[in-house]
């Protein structure tokens, strides 16, 4: 694996790894209706953003990023024993408002045809 692509390999093992512990080992409440969008991983593999939209919009998100900061540790060990990395990385959660901007672009932009 070329190290100028590892950092970019291990996010995309990160994201699916994250993806399957939240699909069927955290059942707190405030994850459900949580997409996640993409991972971005330091050169060193010590730190990680973990992107997240939700369904519901910013209010829920909040409520998410709370539950995810309360898994964190749970959520490290797991990586670290799947992904077999020599430090398990620091996760930091972030809410993805480009889903959201999207669709009030979206939104706008319909807005604008139909007053023509």
């Not at 790894?17 to 330091?42: F, N, Y």
């Amino acid at each position: 694996m070329s190290e100028a692509r590892r950092p970019e390999r291990v996010a995309e093992m990160v994201l699916r790894e994250l993806s399957a512990i939240l699909a069927r080992e955290l059942r707190d409440p405030r994850l459900r209706g949580v997409t996640l969008t993409h991972v971005e991983m330091d050169d060193d593999l010590r730190h990680g953003r973990v992107f997240f939209s939700h369904l519901e919009g910013t209010e829920r998100a909040q409520a998410a990023l709370a539950g995810f900061k309360s898994a964190r540790g749970f959520i490290r060990r797991e990586i670290a024993q799947v992904l077999n990395l020599r430090y398990a990385p620091e996760l930091d959660f972030r809410h993805d408002r480009g889903i959201e901007r999207a669709a009030r672009i979206d939104e706008l932009l319909r807005r604008t045809r139909d007053r023509r």
